[in-house]
């Protein structure tokens, strides 16, 4: 149980820090909407994807796959600093 509650502590302090930073909070709405509207505009003519889908709703979960990707590893990294200049204590 006291593995539920670090984790939970870890996600809620990651989650606050998120929200506080508005350029992180505002480029990672930012960011997939710029994928999504000119590349996929830009693309949507090309014969990249499979015939019959359009190249927005081909490229989509890509997008959100590298959100989630991209995202994670910056809270991993921020998990990581903390514990180097000792803010997290080993046991």
Same mark, same amino acid.
Not at 2 to 10: A, D, F, H, K, P
Not at 58 to 66: A, E, K, N, R, S
């Given at each position: 149980?006291?593995?539920?509650?670090?984790?939970?502590?870890?996600w809620?302090?990651?989650?606050?820090?998120?929200?506080?930073?508005r350029?992180?909070?505002?480029?990672?709405?930012?960011?997939?909407?710029?994928?999504? /509207?000119?590349?996929g505009?830009?693309?949507?003519?090309?014969?990249? =994807?499979p %015939?019959? #889908?359009?190249?927005? &709703? !081909?490229? @989509?979960?890509?997008? /959100?796959?590298?959100?989630?990707?991209?995202?994670?590893?910056?809270? =991993?990294? %921020?998990? #990581?600093?903390?514990? &180097? !200049?000792? @803010?997290?204590?080993?046991?």
């Open positions: 149980m006291s593995e539920i509650r670090g984790v939970y502590t870890l809620l302090r990651e989650v606050k820090r998120y929200v506080r930073e350029t992180r909070l505002i480029s990672s709405f930012f960011q997939p909407l710029l994928w999504l /509207v000119i590349f505009s830009g693309l949507r003519f090309s014969s990249i =994807g %015939s019959g #889908i359009d190249y927005q &709703e !081909f490229i @989509f979960p890509g997008i /959100v796959g590298q959100t989630l990707l991209f995202t994670s590893m910056f809270m =991993g990294i %921020s998990v #990581i600093w903390d514990r &180097e !200049f000792g @803010f997290i204590k080993e046991n």
